[in-house]
């Protein structure tokens, strides 16, 4: 069974149908070589090329894709897949440093094997997706602050991720809540007093509430309005 977990929270990142051919791996490679950016055009859609977040599939390897090893193949059967469609030895021979060098780039953020927490009185007994990242079940993970850096410096969308919160036992991303900021998809923080932080908020200081408490959840007003 193939899952779409990613898919369904970061459509803004993919484009209907499939998005990743061997021409963006091979553009990727041209890319190391010129130091330019690329991101291709389909039809009316701008295709952010999300290799690593796309549809993942059962068998993988046991190695993390963005690291070298002497079996062919990676963890990441997406990612394994396109890479290996402009460099075949890397499924055939061995994951070699060219493999995982190029993995490092374009297969962002990397899927790796889950490592969950304690399950720390969780009422299913089961481990926990940790802080900071987003989990397929049991199976597999991805770091929330590499895709945050990934929608900005590679596929260059800007901070689509600002505001957003991974906490520990959330397997999706959430926005930060009203009342609340968060400076890293690790962090929560509520807002300082004289200011008011709405809905996926990152910073704590875009709106001045100087009646608001610290951590509240709606503008104070006074005589004239809102203040």
């Not at 770091?143 to 991974?166: H, K, R």
């Amino acid at each position: 069974t193939t899952t779409t977990w990613i898919h369904d929270m970061h459509r803004l990142l993919l484009c209907d149908g499939p998005v990743i051919k061997t021409t963006v791996v091979q553009k990727a490679l041209t890319r190391r070589r010129r130091r330019r950016h690329h991101h291709s055009k389909m039809g009316r859609f701008t295709c952010f090329v999300v290799l690593a977040v796309a549809t993942m599939a059962n068998g993988q390897a046991a190695n993390p894709c963005n690291e070298e090893a002497s079996d062919p193949g990676c963890f990441d059967t997406t990612c394994s897949k396109y890479i290996c469609s402009a460099l075949p030895t890397c499924c055939s021979d061995s994951w070699n440093a060219t493999c995982a060098d190029l993995a490092q780039e374009i297969c962002r953020p990397q899927i790796v094997p889950f490592n969950g927490t304690e399950p720390s009185g969780s009422s299913n007994g089961k481990a926990a997706c940790p802080n900071g990242f987003i989990c397929d079940g049991n199976e597999r993970m991805a770091n929330c602050t590499e895709l945050q850096l990934a929608a900005i410096e590679f596929y260059e969308v800007g901070d689509v991720f600002g505001g957003i919160s991974c906490p520990r036992g959330k397997s999706t991303i959430q926005n930060c809540a009203v009342g609340s900021y968060c400076p890293t998809p690790e962090v929560v923080e509520s807002c300082p007093s004289g200011y008011f932080c709405p809905h996926k908020s990152r910073d704590p200081d875009l709106f001045d509430c100087d009646a608001c408490d610290a951590g509240s959840t709606a503008m104070k007003r006074d005589r004239y309005g809102y203040v």
